[in-house]
């Protein structure tokens, strides 16, 4: 079996799996995890690969790495007010247009 990096290509989420041939079992992060938050989406689906990324896969690795769970809500949170941000002026720069 071979550890890898899969991109669910209709959500749009990574995962790190383990495959062999056709057989793929995912090791983290786990698929309904955002779901059990009830986060609506892009935000759900930005948060899922930031745990991706930062190698947050597991329960304990959530429990090891504390701190770096908090960073992961953090930089996700980030993003969406990066977007709330942009809205903002978009809306700021339609208005000020005759």
Avoid: C
């Avoid at 903002?88 to 339609?94: A, D, G, P, R, V």
Wanted: net charge negative; no cysteine.
């Amino acid at each position: 079996m071979e550890r890898t990096n899969w991109k669910d290509t209709l959500t749009g989420r990574w995962y790190v799996v383990l495959e062999d041939g056709d057989a793929r079992m995912v090791i983290g992060p786990p698929e309904e995890l955002v779901g059990r938050l009830e986060l609506p989406e892009p935000f759900a689906t930005s948060l899922h690969n930031i745990l991706h990324r930062r190698g947050i896969l597991t329960y304990q690795d959530a429990t090891r790495r504390n701190q770096e769970l908090t960073g992961a809500l953090q930089e996700a949170l980030n993003l969406d007010a990066q977007r709330l941000h942009e809205a903002f002026y978009h809306l700021q720069k339609e208005e000020v247009l005759p």
